[in-house]
């Protein structure tokens, strides 16, 4: 029953970064803790779905991703996978190369589809909820 | 006979970049120019293995790593690749994941191998040189 919510030293620990990263993205307003009191500096609250954006974060930052383009991705997978906090559906996608774009793109994690891009030389980078999620799970 | 040399001007617009970003990979030492006279600052000339690895840092940007990560796969490149310049033998790379360095490697690319990697849900950045290299054969 209720959710549960987490410090920033608890979120830090969970995801294996540091405080002062989670301050940055907090400042950058990539991921912004959904209880955010002004003031004490001490109500500050990540919840669940924070915890699963801060994975993601991290995960794309430890690809070799810039972070404008993990930011982006973030962004573009919070936009699209509404159920992306949701522990029961954990879907997989992947970033790819769109050359009409000339740019990374969001898709769902398609095997074929990976392969064909790999096949041409381009970039895949596999982003799956489930294999990222895997720590708050325990 | 003799070698080809480019202005940056002419780097610039054969790989696609900015007069400003070959400045800043010429500042932070990433790809240096071959010929580099002090003074009058005319006297700068890229070879031909600079405008490879120009093309190199433009495509691993382009890819969306960061700066950082990008530079580090260039420099990878140039040492474990000592032909990398020799427009006869253009081999194929790629950055992947290495669970046990728990950073990215660089490996010659093969195909199973690489499709193994996705199957774990890991990055596959494709290398190509010969793909990355195309717009300089022109």
Redo the contacts between chains.
């Keep these: 029953m209720g959710e549960k919510f987490f410090t920033s030293k608890q979120a830090a620990k969970i995801i294996g970064c540091s405080l002062r990263q989670l301050q940055y993205w907090r400042d950058k307003g990539v991921v912004v803790p959904t209880i955010e009191g002004s003031g004490t500096g001490r109500s500050i609250y990540y919840s669940q779905s924070d915890l699963v954006q801060l994975a993601l974060m991290e995960y794309l ?7 404008a ?1 993990a930011s982006w ?1 973030l962004k573009e997978l919070v936009k699209t996978d509404a159920d992306y906090a949701n522990p029961e559906t954990k879907k ?1 996608w992947m ?1 790819c ?1 769109n050359q009409k774009k ?1 740019s ?1 793109v969001l898709e769902e994690f398609d ?1 074929e589809k ?2 064909a891009f ?2 041409k ?6 982003v ?1 909820l489930d ?1 990222i999620c895997q720590q708050l799970m325990t």
């Design positions: 930052l430890s690809v070799g991703l810039s972070f383009t991705g997989r970033l190369w000339r990374l095997r990976a392969i790999l096949d030389g381009q970039a895949v980078i596999p799956w294999l």
